[in-house]
């Protein structure tokens, strides 16, 4: 569906009878910036930090995270996050681990309206604003010896200035603070004339990869400004980011192993999808296309993600794919989803964020793995066939296991993926593109205050339940109202006011075009149906909806104290063994008999924390035949035996569970296929 009206600039004070909540900032300052000629007219745009509230499992998440990591990460990690950084003038870390908290901490504090949290954020936002130089810089800008557990120099580089673009962009979402305007228009100044004499690549690499992040905020300050010479700073900051069109177009870089940095892709992968909006040109959106689908192909795994340990490295389940991987990733896809409209990101955003994600942080959201494996049966202290081994550590749960970047940085991915699932629309509307519990407060047509209380089990659960309400004195209003059908879905229903309206096939974006009054309800149904995806070695995993299931295995958790490593590991780490068999082949079925085959248990869908083996929404039961040959190597599987391998022997079917990913530490993922 092209959609091919635009929303202009505009402000308005969200009122309280929409929400019947008491708002202490009820006048504030709330924009829609849409694109400014001649950037290309995106159809969905980011609503106001604040706008949506989660609800549900979502809020328990967000929760869970202030209480956790990310609500204290300075009393955690004080080496690292406390008055010494140099994000806060100290003389301490002064490289992306205090930013990458802060992009994480500072819209989970203004997406809960949580005063201690804001708190605890300000002082990082005033002495960013405060460092700015008379030339434009900003930042640290001193380098210190090196120290144990610090990253002191290259406190100039690009690189980590990028990640605090990104949190001063979303501070000025939640407060309309115009001193952001002023240090990121005098600090693009500074770009536009350094970047010459010192490129994106002249400190570190790092920035020649993950120009994307450096070159979206500058075309998010153009919307606001309309200063020209942004304009010329983008074109340079294109010019000097490392090549993704043309690498996925016509290169092999994702059939390469170890042919870039599993993160630096999770990032770069979107830049040519920003650029796009500059040069609208069928090549940039032709690249994304592709990039995915290569990147799929060799690299992909059954959790939507792909091995990167820390380098690109196949398709092999027992590789390892990192932390920030996901919640870069998942940014990654938010942002070209706004872009494109294009179902398929959203689908993919759902598949990390469901799957992913959750299996690879502890429900304290403390403890977490530096790489996860779609095929995970030991998670323990032992040196893998990853590209990079952190002393064994990558696969504990801990801290600081592996290496810390995750632990600074893992705190974008709820949060985001919260201020993601709505936005407005460029036919002066508003969408719901990604589905969990939540609320939205906003506004629609002329600046009309509305709101929306979407109800859902969501993954789990077939059916998003949409409330409509509006101030008492508005009466009806006019508006268009998008939903995503996703691409795993084969038939929605959709009704309005507990009439059917449309049975709408997946894969599109259908739009309700209507007068709405308080009280309208919308009802999505989304059956989901059994289904698999190959793999690696023909492997198979099983999926329903936008969840990958995984083999239930039993597990036992263990305290490893730390002494020596503390600086490194953190005081503590957590190994996981099984306590069940896991080497589990599947049984080959027709589709046709799939949902036969594959019996679904639903339990309570509506739990506040579903991602953990007793509180699984949904079991699945099957048989399944063990593969004695398949055995322990390196504390991994070994190799996965090649579905339906002609003369293997197998015990006789017996009985499995399969539980959603995100509910597991230890399983299989991709299965072997045997005949029945």
């Known amino acids: 569906m092209k959609i091919t009206a635009i929303i202009p600039l505009f402000v308005m004070g969200f009122s309280c009878a929409v929400t019947g909540q008491a708002r202490k900032n009820a006048t504030q300052v709330q924009q829609y910036i849409a694109n400014r000629a ?74 809960l309206k949580d005063t201690a949290l804001i708190a605890r954020v300000k002082p990082w936002i005033e002495w960013s604003i405060n460092s700015q130089q008379a030339d434009g810089y900003f930042g640290p800008a001193t380098d210190y010896p090196a120290e144990p557990g610090l990253q002191r120099d290259n406190s100039r580089d690009w690189w980590p200035k990028m990640v605090m673009l990104k949190v001063l ?14 240090l990121l228009t005098n600090y693009f100044r500074y770009q536009l004339n350094e970047l010459p004499k010192h490129p994106l690549d002249h400190w570190s690499f790092w920035g ?27 074109e340079l900051v294109h010019k000097q980011t490392f090549d993704y069109t043309e690498a996925f177009l016509h290169g092999d870089l994702l059939r390469r ?57 196949g398709n092999n389940p027992t590789q390892g794919s990192e932390l920030c991987t996901a919640v870069e990733m998942m940014f990654s896809l938010e942002s070209i989803l706004e872009i494109t409209g294009d179902v398929a990101y959203a689908d993919h955003l759902e598949k990390i964020a469901f799957n992913a994600l959750p299996a690879q942080v502890f429900e304290n959201f403390i403890d977490r793995q530096y790489f996860q494996q779609a095929n995970q049966v030991m998670a323990t202290r032992y040196v ?13 749960y801990g801290l600081l296991t592996g290496y810390p970047c995750c632990t600074s940085n893992m705190h974008q991915g709820w949060p985001k993926f919260t201020q993601n699932l709505w936005y407005a629309t460029a036919d002066k509307g508003i969408a719901a593109l990604v589905y969990a519990p939540s609320t939205v407060t906003t506004y629609v047509g002329e600046q009309t205050p509305v709101s929306f209380k979407e109800e859902t089990a969501y993954p789990f659960g077939e059916s998003v339940r949409f409330t409509f309400s509006t101030n008492k004195k508005t009466g009806t209003v006019s508006f268009p109202f998008h ?35 308080s009280g309208d309800v919308v009802e999505l149904q989304l059956p989901m149906h059994i289904s698999q995806s190959r793999w690696y070695e023909n492997t198979v995993s099983v999926e ?111 009985e499995i569970t399969l539980i959603p990913y995100g509910c597991t530490k230890l399983r299989i993922s991709q299965f072997p296929m045997v005949w029945k």
């Open 257 to 313: 192993p170890f042919s870039i940095h599993g993160v630096n892709l999770a990032q770069g992968i979107k830049e040519p999808g920003i650029y796009y909006q500059q040069h609208p040109e069928k090549k940039y959106l032709d690249a994304l296309q592709t990039g995915f689908k290569d990147l799929r192909f060799y690299n992909g795994m059954a959790h939507g993600l792909y091995g990167g340990d820390e380098a690109l490295h």
């Open 169 to 182: 962009k979303q501070y000025y979402s939640a407060t309309g603070d115009k001193r952001v305007i002023t």
């Open 384 to 396: 893998r066939n990853f590209d990079q081994n952190h002393a064994g550590t990558d696969v504990c």
């Open 38 to 111: 001649p950037l290309q007219e995106k159809p969905y745009i980011e609503l106001p930090l604040g706008s949506i509230e989660p609800q549900g499992w979502l809020r328990t998440m967000l929760v869970n995270q202030k209480n956790g990591a990310t609500g204290q990460l300075d009393k955690l990690y004080p080496l690292v996050m406390n008055h010494r950084n140099g994000w806060l003038g100290g003389d301490g870390d002064q490289w992306e681990r205090g930013p990458y908290w802060i992009d994480g901490l500072l819209p989970l504090a203004y997406i």
């Open 544 to 654: 329903r909806g936008p969840v990958t299931y995984a083999l239930k295995i039993g597990e036992s958790i263990k305290k490893v104290a730390v002494e020596k490593e503390a600086v490194a590991f953190g005081n503590a780490y957590y190994e996981v063994h099984p306590t069940t068999p896991w080497n589990y082949a599947l049984l080959e079925v027709p589709e046709d008999q799939l949902q036969q085959w594959y019996a679904v248990e639903k339990k309570d869908s509506l739990v506040s924390y579903p991602w953990s083996q007793e509180h699984a929404p949904i079991l699945i039961r099957t048989k399944a035949k063990r593969i004695p040959s398949w055995s322990i190597y390196n504390e991994m599987t070994g190799p996965v035996p090649f579905s339906m391998m002609w003369g293997l022997e197998t015990t006789p079917a017996e």
């Open 208 to 234: 020649k990869y993950r120009g994307g992040d450096n070159l979206m905020v500058v075309y998010w300050l153009y919307n606001i400004t309309g200063d020209k010479f942004l304009l010329d700073l983008a």
């Open 483 to 517: 939903l995503r059908v996703p691409g795993w879905c084969k038939q929605a229903t959709i009704k309005v006011n507990g009439q059917v309206l449309q049975q709408a096939p997946g894969n599109q974006i259908v739009k309700i075009d209507r007068s709405w009054k």
